[in-house]
């Protein structure tokens, strides 16, 4: 079997399309990830993040960095792919990139950055490893400074209605990259695991019953939504 590395370069390879704004981006993608890019929109504005330091970790070409943190911040993006962060220099300008697996190895800036972007990363690692990058992510962050991230929600509405009728949440879509699954409650405790406080932990609508182009949403969440999105700061 292909090692991350190479999982990673192959898929970014094929998946790359460029997009001129968040907008085309936002509409070149499904239901699910356009309500999800929303709420992440709102999430970081409410930080009113400016002339700050953020790195974005497994970021993938960048258009996602790009698109939701304005040029007054130095940006600065980490991923295992060279396909990846060939794209996000050549393409969206990003200079500051490093190859770094940070489920291996530390990366050589401790206390230097504001703000930690990890959306839809984590559950592509390996559960025994997840503490590891989780440690490797606070090191970097200043004292007080925000993490924000997004996963899948293993406990959504949709994955309760597809192991009802005898289908696996972490197969259905036949991503053999998503391999750590969390609801709410975990992804919480392990965020505070590694020292982190919880300042706002939320999930996306709540979808179900797909057709070709759109979902029927139900009108609550009560933590059954889609993706979970949180924020949590590092202790002082």
Known sequence: MPDNRSVWNSRWDRQFKQVKNFEEYKASMGVIVRDLLKNLRNTINQ????????????????????????DSNEKHLIEISESAIKIAKETYGIENTHLIDL????????NYFDIVL????????????????LCNIFLILKPGGKIVVSTPNIRSLTSFFLM???????????DITHICPFSPKELNIALEKSGFKKLKLFTTKCLLFKTEKTYFRFPFRLHLGEHIIGVWEKNR
């Open 103 to 110: 489920t291996e190895s530390q990366f050589n800036r401790t």
């Open 118 to 133: 990890c959306n839809e990363l984590l559950e592509h690692i390996n559960p025994l490893k997840i503490n590891i990058l």
């Open 164 to 174: 009802l009728f005898g289908w696996s949440p972490l197969m259905y879509k036949m």
């Open 47 to 70: 930080i009113s993040i400016s002339n700050q330091k953020v790195i974005d970790v497994g970021g993938g070409y960048g258009a996602i960095l790009n698109f939701l943190i304005d």
